[in-house]
């Protein structure tokens, strides 16, 4: 079945800095990756996602890259602000959205004022 | 948006006792829920993916006839955690999806076991 990494587990950067999130996945089926934001005891709230016919996306100060081949994908934060202090996960799925999302491992990051 | 109903929000009960935790679509049929289980500091972790009117598929390492799901209408599962003990404590998240609906998260349930 699919496994998905992420690292780095904690970060932390002044507010105002970039941050970035890695994670790879093992399934070559997988075509659908969203990312999660999750607070602490609430539920996961879908921030940014990105389908495996793009390399790209971005939406605000949020972008999100892939690399299929590599079976990479990345999400950048830029201009970061104390509110985006959360958990963030990436995930892996198939376009169906019947099919069964994993879940990396998290990032808990935190932003300095 | 698309919302998914979770109750309740928190529960407290004492060792073997029953527990049933109920997921709601409540603008949309979702032809598949998702039951997740969270423990603190870590990911959530899929337990079982249920289809409406058919068995549950449950992942490996998780029990069946530990976590009872029934998903017998197209806007209602339940999870039931039987006799349910203190390393059952956690925090369960379903999610919905169907038709042109992406996965939708409940709000969860905290289950406390004393």
């Known amino acids: 079945g699919e496994n998905v990494e992420q690292h780095p587990s904690t970060l932390s950067v002044q507010e105002g800095d970039s941050a970035v999130i890695k994670c790879t996945y093992s399934d070559s089926a997988s075509n659908y990756f969203p990312w999660y934001k999750q607070e602490l005891g609430k539920r996961p709230q879908l921030i940014i996602d990105i389908r495996s016919n793009v390399g790209e996306k971005k939406d605000q100060r949020i972008a999100v890259t892939l690399n299929k081949t590599a079976k990479h994908f990345s999400l950048h934060i830029t201009e970061t602000q104390p509110e985006d202090s959360a958990v963030y996960f990436c995930a892996a799925s198939t376009m169906a959205s019947y099919d069964k999302v994993i879940f990396g491992p998290g990032t808990s990051l935190s932003v300095i004022p | 948006g698309a919302v998914v109903s979770q109750h309740p929000s928190w529960v407290i009960c004492k060792s073997g006792t029953s527990v049933k935790i109920e997921c709601r679509s409540l603008?949309?049929?979702?032809?598949?829920m998702f039951w997740y289980r969270q423990f603190p500091k870590q990911s959530l972790m899929l337990m079982a993916t249920?289809?409406?009117?058919?068995?549950?598929?449950?992942e490996q390492g998780v029990e069946k006839d530990k976590f009872l799901i029934n998903h017998a209408s197209l806007t209602l599962s339940t999870l039931t955690v039987t006799s349910a003990h203190p390393e059952d404590s956690s925090f369960y998240i379903c999610?919905?999806?169907?038709?042109?609906?992406?996965?939708?998260f409940g709000d969860g349930t905290r289950l406390s076991i004393l």
């Open positions: 249920s289809n409406e009117g058919s068995k549950a598929t449950y």
């Open positions: 603008d949309f049929q979702a032809t598949t």
């Open positions: 999610s919905a999806a169907g038709g042109s609906q992406p996965q939708h």
